[in-house]
T-cell receptor
């Protein structure tokens, strides 16, 4: 079984400042990793994913994440946030043999302040 | 093409009543998932349908919960004898799924907000 821990439940950040959202996972098998975002009153949408290859993954809206196998982490970063980045962000994992059945973390709510 | 459609968007029911939640996935998507999102918590996996395979029901919290997927398309999640702790947003998602694959993007519906009074 897999599990995902998002260490920060809320992250306030000023506009144009950088942000990092932390995600750690545990699994006894190889995994795929994802970040999904849920904007206010909208459904979840995929930000980015890591399947294999380069450990630095770039996604939509200027976000990127780095897979670190030794630390079992997949932290999400953006160098300069906008007000429109206010949303809840979910890290998720699936075992490579489990199709797309995702295990989600508890979410991190990002509030961007002007 | 339309995305994943869920109905109703809101459902208020009395404790002890049965409810049915509907999910219409994206046409051609072989995999369908149900998740539950409770206030202040992450997404909790409920059930997963993939093609003609037996569904993975490992996330259903009790035998009051059941789901079916007819004709490989529309799915219905049924909660019998609802309890107040069932109040949550129920999310449906669908995806393509290659045999032996994985890592495909999930497309989520907007969810059904269930309130049990």
């Amino acid at each position: 079984a897999q599990s995902v821990t998002q260490l920060d439940s809320q992250v306030p950040v000023f506009e144009e400042a950088p942000v990092e959202l932390r995600c750690n996972y545990s699994s006894s098998v190889s995994v795929y990793l994802f970040w999904y975002v849920q904007y206010p009153n909208q459904g979840l949408q995929l930000l980015l994913k890591y399947l294999s290859g380069s450990t630095l993954v770039k996604g939509i809206n200027g976000f990127e994440a780095e897979f670190n196998k030794s630390q079992t982490s997949f932290h999400l970063r953006k160098p300069s946030v906008h007000i429109s980045d206010t949303a809840e962000y979910f890290c998720a994992v699936t075992a490579k043999a489990a199709g797309n059945k995702l295990t989600f973390g508890g979410g991190t709510r990002v509030l961007v302040k002007p | 093409g339309a995305g994943v459609s869920q109905s109703p968007s809101n459902k208020v029911t009395e404790k002890g009543k049965d409810v049915e939640l509907r999910c219409d996935p994206i046409s051609g998507h072989t995999a369908l998932y149900w998740y539950r999102q409770s206030l202040g918590q992450g997404l909790e996996f409920l059930i997963y349908f993939q093609g003609n395979s037996a569904p993975d029901k490992s996330g259903l919290p009790s035998d009051r919960f059941s789901a079916e997927r007819t004709g490989g398309s529309v799915s219905t999640l049924t909660i019998q004898r609802t309890q107040q702790e069932d109040s949550a947003v129920y999310l449906c998602a669908s995806s393509e799924e290659r045999p032996g694959g994985g890592g495909e993007k999930l497309f989520f519906g907007s969810g059904t907000q269930l309130s049990v009074l």
